[in-house]
């Protein structure tokens, strides 16, 4: 038989998450505080963050402990499998050797739960007994959600209005977990009323259920907020898939020239590239790390380096990060977990030095990618999880093309489960490619008056 998964034991699940920032050559610059322009100080952010996170947020230490109660919880479904896709090899015809990393077998069908768990369990120490939050596809509002109920915390979810209405199964989903799901903008906060009152038919995004949560969570002494990517201590909560991953490439005897993983805010992509991209900055390797984000919401491939708020309202601290603009509200393409119009300060800071690459994907090629992986290796992909999958096509196509066949890792971050009715648009020939302009993208640019990182 064909080794196609490589496991690894319960007991291999990794005992410290790796954080990238010891060894950066250039650190992430701090947050600014959005009144004053000045870096900001780790207090500033206690209103919002337990301690402990906020202590992980600034580290700059190498390793950091997992709690063992986290660990234990994590032994629900990880260690996740690592494939040697052969059936999609078969069906590219390629002589690439791709291997996929799935994180789809988690409770919440996602890599989401990684820091869904810790995230909680960190507020759980402090006494906190609620958590508020923004959900855009449902993935992060069901990781919290389960998190939260494991352990004893209320749960509040501001779901993105389109969302709300599209994927009522995903709010079902995080309301069996036991969370209150909120269509945003609601009128339960100034930021959704002030938003509904220049838009009754606002169908919400991201940068606005931000908002919403954030002044809830502002607003009361036992109630923290907790955001499922982008800062530094999510990135580095994921660094569990990558550990893992390299233990397994080694089982396998093998190691990845290029690593891909989808791009949303940055956390499925730190945790499978980070562990590999140590390797680059500390002993010299050259292992691609490439980061797939929808042509429609560039911020990699054409936004700037600029500092930007992390949500549209603008109450976050400014994030130096490659954004387009956090007005920005991207075409409401299928792939709602990677419609986010900034990317993470230590993602942000290795692109511009170029320690980390991005490509941006049509949603057709996308969907065509996930159909020929579904149709070979038997797993649906969730819509943000095919850009993984469109890279490596394109990936292996090249190097075929060049007569040097490589070794690549995908992220497969998520099953498309709750999903079908994108996959129903794909088959029913209504999905529709949004291609910036130039033009479009020039002024999107030009609206950002922002300071440029320096
Ligand atoms: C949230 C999500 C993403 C994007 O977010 P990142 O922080 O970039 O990982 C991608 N895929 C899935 C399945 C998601 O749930």
């Not at 507020?123 to 959600?145: D, F, H, M, P, Y």
């Not at 979810?157 to 079902?172: A, D, E, N």
């Amino acid at each position: 038989m064909k080794e196609r998964k490589i496991t690894l034991s319960e007991d291999e699940i990794p005992e410290r998450w790796y954080n990238i920032v010891a060894d950066m050559p250039n650190k992430p610059r701090l947050p600014l505080h959005p009144g004053t322009k000045e870096p900001i100080s780790p207090d500033m952010l206690a209103p919002l963050f337990p301690e402990a996170l906020i202590q992980q947020e600034v580290s700059t230490d190498r390793w950091i402990d997992i709690p063992d109660e986290v660990r234990d919880l994590f032994s629900l479904w990880r260690p996740t499998p690592v494939y040697r896709a052969y059936e999609f090899e078969k069906a590219l015809g390629t002589s690439c050797r791709i291997y996929y990393k799935y994180e789809g077998i988690s409770p919440a069908g996602s890599h989401k739960p990684n820091t869904a768990i810790p995230q909680a369990w960190y507020n759980k120490q402090e006494g906190i007994r609620r958590v508020t939050t923004e959900t855009g596809a449902g993935q992060w509002g069901s990781a919290l959600s389960f998190a939260c109920r494991h352990f004893g915390i209320d749960c509040e979810v501001y779901m993105v209005k389109i969302s709300y209405l599209q994927k009522p199964y995903r709010k079902l989903l995080m309301n069996t977990w036991g969370a209150k799901v909120i269509a945003s903008p609601s009128t339960e906060t100034e930021a959704g009323r002030s938003i509904l009152a220049q838009d009754p038919n606002s169908p919400g995004s991201l940068g606005i259920a931000i908002s919403e949560a954030v002044e809830q969570a502002a607003k009361r002494d036992d109630t923290k907020y907790a955001l499922g990517s982008v800062l530094n201590h999510v990135l580095m909560h994921q660094t569990i898939i990558g550990l893992e991953a390299e233990r397994q490439m080694e089982k396998a005897g093998d190691v990845p020239d290029i690593v891909i993983a989808p791009f949303g805010g940055g956390s499925n992509f730190a945790g499978l590239a980070f562990p590999f991209l140590r390797h680059n900055l500390t002993e010299g390797k050259k292992i691609r790390c490439i980061a797939a984000e929808p042509a429609s919401c560039p911020k990699l491939t054409r936004g700037v380096f600029r500092y930007d708020f992390g949500d549209s309202v603008g109450m976050t601290p400014l994030i130096p990060m490659y954004t387009l603009g956090h007005n920005f509200v991207p075409d409401p393409i299928h792939a709602g977990g990677l419609r986010y119009h900034g990317a993470g300060a230590v993602v942000s800071q290795l692109l511009h030095n170029q320690l980390i690459e991005a490509q941006a994907l049509p949603q057709t090629e996308c969907f065509q990618a996930g159909v020929i992986f579904a149709s070979s290796e038997g797993i649906l992909p969730a819509p943000e999880a095919t850009h993984g999958i469109g890279v490596a096509i394109r990936e292996a196509r090249e190097a075929d093309f060049a007569g040097t066949p490589k070794t690549i890792l995908f992220n497969l971050c998520g099953h498309g489960h709750f999903d079908m009715a994108a996959y129903q648009s794909y088959f029913d020939g209504q999905i529709v490619d949004h291609e910036l302009s130039a033009e479009e993208v020039q002024t999107l640019i030009d609206q950002i008056n922002m300071p440029e990182v320096v």
